[in-house]
């Protein structure tokens, strides 16, 4: 059963061939739903149904030139996206020393060889997501941050239904204009790969004042999903940074370049759960610290396994950080920011009482 093509191609009996190529060549400015919907049809066919583009031509009805065009789109719009699985070494080396310093429950140290930032993620995520598989056990409740280094995790998950599996977004929602690196959206495709069922935590992760951080954290609805943490077996957590041009909060518009400062002044390094700390582990309290609508300290301290995601030698400060407070008592990384975190243990002395 052939699929009626959109109405330009019924301009060939009334224009002729010369309309019908110029009107297949044109691409409406707005995205709509029912054309992101034809790209994830078309798309379905040639990478999951394996046909070949001859073959959705003659059932669709379109030529196979327009298909060819459709399948571009398709990866243009993110609809599609094409990830090679590159054979991933680990420094074992690192890791035993990570491990013995810090007392680590786990550890995983990507071998990051000549890989740019975007690819080093990329294999952090895919370490990341085979340390949750060999954890994953029936009836797990699992504590979900934010972020590019979560995403990438996510991403990699493979599909392994569980019994009983349960996601709890722990921070607020970002609401960044990428959807794809935000807790809620994070928490869904994580539960929907492990068959479980999600719950997001109602509020914004950042407000206009104490007042209404309190007011939200009083709520009802936001205390019953924090409770939530008592009976977590692992939290998966993004360590952030106070550096400007690696923010996150400051990216996605969350917060100001001056207001980030503030935290950098207060002697912050970074974040976990936008809990802010320095970098002997001590947290940096500000006004505006009490404006996040989050996991408290003690709760997250409470869950068994608290495992941080990052890479790259700018997170090295804050992983030093969240390690040296007990933030995280796990950590997936790589070899760089793995030897700056080292070096840098070297370098710093603790603080002065």
């Known amino acids: 059963m052939h699929t009626k093509p959109p109405d330009f191609v019924l301009y060939y009996s009334q224009f002729g061939r010369c309309q019908i190529f110029s009107m297949l060549w044109y691409d409406p400015p707005i995205m709509t739903l029912e054309r992101l919907e034809l790209l994830?049809?078309?798309?379905?066919l040639y990478f999951e149904e394996g046909l070949t583009q001859a073959q959705i031509a003659r059932q669709t009805g379109y030529s196979r030139s327009m298909v060819s065009r459709l399948l571009k789109a398709a990866k243009e719009q993110g609809i599609v996206e094409v990830r090679i699985h590159h054979p991933l070494g680990r420094r074992s080396d690192i890791e035993k020393t990570l491990r013995k310093t810090f007392h680590l429950q786990e550890v995983r140290v990507l071998q990051s060889n000549a890989r740019d930032y975007p690819m080093t993620l990329r294999g952090v995520g895919v370490l990341a997501a085979r340390l949750v598989e060999e954890l994953l056990q029936d009836g797990m409740t699992i504590g979900m941050s934010w972020g590019?280094?979560?995403?990438?995790?996510?991403?990699?998950?493979?599909?392994?239904?569980?019994?009983?599996?349960?996601?709890?977004?722990?921070?607020?929602?970002?609401?960044?204009?990428?959807?794809?690196?935000?807790?809620?959206?994070?928490?869904?495709?994580?539960?929907?790969?492990?068959?479980?069922?999600?719950?997001?935590?109602?509020?914004?992760?950042?407000?206009d004042s104490e007042a209404t951080q309190v007011a939200l954290m009083h709520?009802?609805?936001?205390?019953?999903?924090?409770?939530?943490?008592?009976?977590?077996?692992?939290?998966?957590?993004?360590?952030g940074t106070v550096e400007y041009d690696y923010s996150s909060m400051v990216r996605s518009g969350y917060l100001r370049p001056d207001q980030l400062a503030v935290f950098a002044e207060a002697g912050a390094v970074g974040d976990v759960c936008a809990i802010h700390f320095d970098i002997h582990g001590q947290l940096a309290e500000t006004a505006l610290q009490r404006r996040f609508v989050n996991i408290d300290p003690v709760r997250l301290l409470g869950v068994p396994l608290r495992v941080?995601?990052?890479?790259?030698?700018?997170?090295?400060?804050?992983?030093?950080?969240?390690?040296?407070g007990g933030l995280i008592n796990a950590l997936v990384t790589d070899d760089r920011a793995a030897s700056h975190v080292l070096q840098l243990l070297k370098n710093t002395s603790p603080p002065t009482q």
């Open 148 to 207: 590019t280094s979560l995403a990438e995790m996510v991403f990699a998950l493979r599909p392994q239904p569980r019994t009983g599996i349960h996601v709890v977004q722990i921070i607020g929602s970002m609401g960044s204009a990428d959807l794809k690196i935000d807790g809620p959206e994070l928490a869904r495709r994580m539960a929907h790969l492990l068959g479980g069922r999600y719950t997001i935590l109602p509020a914004p992760l950042f407000v």
């Open 219 to 239: 709520d009802r609805r936001v205390q019953d999903v924090l409770c939530y943490a008592e009976a977590m077996s692992i939290a998966l957590i993004g360590v």
């Open 308 to 324: 941080g995601i990052a890479c790259g030698s700018a997170k090295a400060r804050p992983i030093l950080g969240a390690l040296r």
């Open 40 to 44: 994830a049809k078309i798309a379905g």
